[in-house]
């Protein structure tokens, strides 16, 4: 796997070649901490990067950074209803507190004795959200309790364009498409740079 060290000798980015894993391009704006990067599905989601950024930039800087959607701040609900259909939907639970509700989901976790559980969803034709588990599962997603993300699909003609639903950036994150180094499937970084200089920040939380 090809990637780039930054050395503090140089002060410059060094390419390096890993032995395995996989790594994902990505410029910030200076100016305002915009940043763009590559979604390696399904190894490198939108919720998993920021994730990783967010941990990178609390340890080397010692503070509690956050990372929030350029987009305005919306809930599961105001969002879902601007898509067409919802194809994946990944949930963490935890234990639940001593004053939330026996819902089937908290009663899962709790018989089960479980520190944790991952759902991961995934349906081409649409999930359907609106049953009574979906419906406890995204309540506890609406305060705050469950963590959750959901990529749905908005047709436009005959394009079809993604969008991701973060439960931690507390709205959505579009996903558009850029030109790729036809050999090695990795975005340019002229390509990145064009796609963040573009880019406007909406109300972030």
């Known amino acids: 796997m090809g990637t780039d060290h930054w050395d503090d000798g140089q002060l410059d980015f060094i390419p390096e070649t890993l032995a395995a894993g996989v790594a994902s391009p990505f410029v910030i704006r200076l100016s305002d901490f915009a940043a763009v990067f590559q979604v390696r599905s399904p190894v490198i989601r939108v919720a998993s990067f920021t994730g990783a950024l967010r941990a990178i ?11 929030a959607s350029p987009a305005k701040e ?9 898509v067409d259909k919802i194809i994946r939907l990944s949930v963490r639970l935890t234990p639940p507190s001593s004053g939330e509700g026996g ?3 908290n009663q899962l976790i709790i018989d ?5 559980a991952s759902l991961e ?9 609106n049953g009574s588990i979906a419906q406890q599962i995204l309540d506890h997603v609406d305060r705050g309790h469950v ?8 047709e436009n003609g005959e394009v079809s364009v993604e969008t991701v639903w973060d439960s931690q950036l507390h709205g959505e994150s579009p996903i558009t498409t850029i030109a790729v180094d ?24």
Not at 112 to 116: R, V
Not at 122 to 128: A, H, Q, T
């Open 57 to 67: 930039l609390r340890e080397q800087m010692d503070e509690q950074w956050e990372i």
């Open 74 to 82: 919306e809930s599961f609900e105001e969002w879902r209803k601007t």
């Open 103 to 105: 819902s089937e989901t």
């Open 112 to 116: 089960m004795h479980l520190d944790s």
């Open 121 to 129: 969803l995934k349906s081409e034709s649409g999930i359907e959200t």
């Open 147 to 154: 963590q959750a993300s959901a990529t749905g699909v908005r």
């Open 182 to 205: 036809q050999k090695t499937g990795e975005a340019t970084f002229d390509s990145l740079f064009e796609e963040v200089e573009t880019m406007e920040l909406g109300e972030t939380f």
